[in-house]
């Protein structure tokens, strides 16, 4: 088993426990532009907060034990949580809340804390992890950062709908593409040195375990605010006030 230095922990850790955050936070401004007043948008968060800081403290423990070393808790795991938040996501308040007007960009921010997949090439520089899944995964991640930051601040001035939904695209492809080559070198399907045992353990077991599930519910999220706010007809008044400009 690997421990990688400290500044290595920080740099991980902060990558899950950033993206539950601003969750949280995208959640509390939607029930609040929702209507639904500053209490029940508090408890929302509060209850969003707990389940998500609850898994990440789960899956630490599991981790901690090897339980993700051996099939299937690995993949068991990461359904089991995607599951959970898609069925947490039909629920009334919560869907009240990602409907509410400026959802799509609050929710693509989310996404910007994924830089710290530069973890990956870390790993793959002091030689723990393969480049066959170092590379497009901590790549990938960096991209997608960069890019959730750019697509939230053209959505947060009334435009980028289409880069938003390519964004999107990228982003779902971009998590499929690194959980498959981490499954695949990680536990021995590929037969690549050295594998990538690693992401079975701490601290990199919470990147696929806490953190991937909760992205790809963002942009399942996203892309149907993207796609609510587009058939949403304009007011009665909004041509004649655009025809007077």
Partial sequence: MYDPPAYLWAIIIAGPT?????TCMSLYGGSMRAG?????AALLAGVA???MGGWIAASAVIASHGWYRALPWFPVAIAGYLGLLLAL???P????ALAAPGMSGRLELAHAPRVAGVAFLLYLAFGHL??????PAGLGDIAAGIAAALVARRL??????????????????DLIVALTLGALTGFGLLNVTPSSAPIAELPLALIPTATVPLLFVLHIAAVSALVRAQRTPLPAAAPLAAAAR
């Fill in 130 to 135: 393969p480049a066959l899944f170092a590379l």
């Fill in 49 to 51: 907060a707990f389940v």
């Fill in 89 to 91: 996501r039909q629920i």
């Fill in 156 to 173: 947060s001035q009334g435009s980028g709908r289409r880069g938003a939904l390519w964004f999107n695209a990228y982003g779902m492809t």
């Fill in 93 to 96: 308040m919560v869907t009240r």
């Fill in 36 to 40: 639904m007043g500053r209490r029940r």
């Fill in 18 to 22: 950033a993206v539950a955050t601003l």
